[in-house]
């Protein structure tokens, strides 16, 4: 059986009885044994169209013998039950289900990668995870989620690092970004060469430390190679792909990570805001689920 940590998400229509139609069909696809949720938590909408109610919030444990790619089908399946539409993205949604951790997988394709991309960075996420694997821990940080939760809530956290390899894409997402700003969060900047294997050494200033560094990366012709294919290298040097050598060249990066698209600029400007949001909102628990 392998552990398998998912989130639940939900914001239109009746979204408690969605997420309580989510639970069901989870149970009767897994077994009620292996089906262990948190509580449900209201979250303000992070990253997409204004105007959009709050989200309901939750996390489930599950206990598995299924592969990766059968959870995955799984919970898309349920999603489209459950009338899950996809127009834009992070838009309003009847339901949202994310499959976070699968035992210590490390997976990077384009349809799917794991561990979740975003889940080290959303309190919306790691709060309540910690509800039911606080003790789990994270393959690419090797952090537990009770760590990476923490972390979130630390005093350390006073913002994020954003690394580019290329200085002129650098500067104007710099510039981009900078009328976004939340104060007193604070964003540092890097130009970081792909060839510089400073980039994993732990004594780097930029990188010996526990805050979240965004790593933006663009493909140079998107419309003929794509960005997963591109950032392969780099999702394997930041240890995201199972090409991250971690037996053999020991651990070399500590603090969560995220590897993210530049191609857009302004869509990256405005992820890097959204990190932000989803950092510190302020998130409430409203029954059990």
């Not at 561990?115 to 509800?131: D, I, K, N, S, Y």
């Not at 710099?174 to 060839?195: C, D, H, M, N, R």
Request: glycine share 6%; aromatic share 8%; charged share 20%.
């Amino acid at each position: 059986m392998v552990a398998t940590l998912i989130s639940l998400g939900a914001n239109l229509g009746d979204p408690r009885e969605s997420m309580f139609a989510a639970k069901r069909l989870l149970t009767n696809c897994f077994g009620s044994s292996n089906v262990n949720c948190s509580r449900l938590y209201r979250t303000p909408p992070i990253g997409g169209p204004s105007g959009q109610e709050d989200f309901l919030n939750a996390v489930v444990a599950i206990q598995t013998d299924k592969s990766v790619w059968e959870v995955w089908e799984t919970i898309k399946t349920i999603e489209s039950t459950l009338g899950r539409q996809r127009q834009l993205r992070w838009e309003a949604r009847r339901i949202d289900i994310d499959l976070l951790l699968y035992g210590g997988h490390r997976i990077w394709t384009p349809h799917l990668k794991v561990p979740h991309p975003r889940m080290c960075m959303r309190t919306f996420v790691l709060l309540p995870a910690c509800e039911v694997a606080s003790d789990w821990v994270d393959p690419v940080t090797q952090w537990s989620i009770l760590q990476l939760a923490e972390n979130l809530r630390s005093s350390e956290i006073c913002g994020l690092r954003v690394v580019c390899p290329d200085s002129s894409l650098l500067g104007k997402l710099q510039e981009l970004v900078g009328s976004q700003q939340t104060a007193p969060f604070k964003i540092e900047w890097y130009q970081q060469p792909p060839q510089d294997r400073e980039l994993v050494n732990p004594s780097s200033s930029i990188h010996n430390s526990s805050a979240l560094s965004i790593f933006a990366v663009a493909s140079p012709d998107p419309m003929t190679i794509l960005w997963e294919d591109y950032s392969l290298p780099w999702a394997g040097l930041l240890e995201l792909s199972p090409s991250g050598r971690r037996e053999k060249a020991g651990i070399l990066l500590s603090g969560p990570r995220y590897l993210m698209p530049a191609n857009d600029l302004r869509w990256a400007a405005h992820e890097i805001h959204s990190a932000q949001q989803a950092m510190t909102c302020i998130i409430e628990p409203t029954e059990d689920f």
